[in-house]
T-cell receptor, first 112, second 112 residues
Framework: SQQGEEDPQALSIQEGENATMNCSYK?????LQWYRQNSGRGLVHLIL?????REKHSGRLRVTLDTSKKSSSLLITASRAADTASYFC????????????FGTGTRLLVSP | DGGITQSPKYLFRKEGQNVTLSCEQN?????MYWYRQDPGQGLRLIYY???????QKGDIAEGYSVSREKKESFPLTVTSAQKNPTAFYLC???????????FGQGTRLTVV
């Protein structure tokens, strides 16, 4: 079963605009991660936020985590055409082996 | 170069045939994973391994088998019992129970 549901499923914006993607999950987590996938390729890790953190930044990326609502958001500022990809959230559970469980993904299209 | 390598990139299988997908990593990671991705979908966990000579079923293990005889290698066999094997298969590895996962570039399997 997939742990996360992402919203929106698809997002289309212009270069220079900000893109916000949301992820909801179901169970207690150790950390939440965001990954990027270019079409037909493997996934690349973007950022990790631990359950005791509320916000994290990396370059043009800003991630927030609200454990009371079991949700996270990924903000990409000043988007570029090269940001066009699918973005996935993934959670590591808080119990047992911390297998990595992925959400359904958001397809982002950034037009020049 | 450290990384995770999947081969082949494309694989064609006839009905009733078993095929094996290769996954090799030189990152010295204990944990390895196999995911299946269908078009426009998220990743679903097939099998994972925490350590050599140990592996566990994920959410969709039926019709698949794995082995973990070496730390570096985690091959996936798609058996004839898997009725709908056409998909994109992704292998990943991570430090045991923590942190980010590193992905291979994937194998696209098609039944002909």
């Amino acid at each position: 079963s997939q742990q996360g549901e992402e919203d929106p499923q698809a997002l289309s914006i212009q270069e220079g605009e900000n893109a916000t993607m949301n992820c909801s999950y179901k169970t207690s987590i150790n950390n939440l991660q965001w990954y990027r996938q270019n079409s037909g390729r493997g996934l690349v890790h973007l950022i990790l936020i631990r359950s005791n953190e509320r916000e994290k930044h990396s370059g043009r990326l800003r991630v927030t985590l609200d454990t009371s609502k079991k949700s996270s958001s990924l903000l990409i500022t000043a988007s570029r055409a090269a940001d066009t990809a699918s973005y996935f959230c993934a959670t590591r559970m808080n119990t047992g082996f911390q297998k990595l469980v992925f959400g359904t993904g958001t397809r982002l299209l950034v037009s020049p | 170069d450290g990384g995770i390598t999947q081969s082949p990139k494309y694989l064609f299988r006839k009905e009733g045939q078993n095929v094996t997908l290769s996954c090799e990593q030189n990152l010295n990671h204990d944990a390895m994973y196999w995911y299946r991705q269908d078009p426009g979908q998220g990743l679903r966990l097939i099998y994972y391994s925490q350590i050599v000579n140990d592996f566990q079923k994920g959410d969709i293990a039926e019709g698949y088998s794995v082995s973990r005889e070496k730390k570096e290698s985690f091959p996936l066999t798609v058996t004839s019992a898997q009725k709908n094997p056409t998909a994109f298969y992704l292998c990943a590895s991570s430090i045991q129970g923590a942190g980010e996962a590193f992905f291979g570039q994937g194998t696209r399997l098609t039944v002909v």
